[in-house]
């Protein structure tokens, strides 16, 4: 029921700019908080940003850095991430998720596909 399509990803040189989008259907943001992760091989899952189902944002300030911008468009249910002056550090897929704003769990229950990212030196 519950749909998310991450599209966006590609090569990048370092320093470069890229745009992920993540396409949500079978939900409304007014009732859930959605997410972007990141997850390179051999490592865990890591938080990245979140927006709320009122529009306020979170930041994993220690890898992020300021760099990267969450933000959603309520008409067309989309969610995007910008992310500039990337590192190579920043290689990953990226997940787009979600999770009820009401759940007394903060996990986030629903999840893309992903998109790959590499950024190259």
């Known amino acids: 029921q519950v749909r998310l399509v991450e599209s966006g990803g590609g090569l990048v040189q370092a320093g470069g700019s890229l745009r992920l989008s993540c396409a949500a259907s079978?939900?409304?943001?007014?009732?859930?908080?959605m997410g972007w992760f990141r997850q390179a091989p051999g490592k865990e899952r890591e938080f990245v940003a979140a927006?709320?189902?009122?529009?306020?944002?979170?930041y994993n300030t220690d890898s992020v850095k300021g760099r990267f911008t969450i933000s959603k468009d309520n008409a067309k249910n989309t969610v995007s991430l910008q992310m500039n002056s990337l590192k190579p550090e920043d290689t990953a897929v990226y997940y787009c998720a979600a999770r009820r704003a009401s759940s007394t769990s903060p996990q986030f229950n629903y999840w893309g596909q992903g998109t790959q990212v590499t950024v190259s030196s």
């Open positions: 079978g939900l409304t943001f007014s009732n859930y908080i």
């Open positions: 927006i709320t189902n009122i529009g306020g944002t979170v």
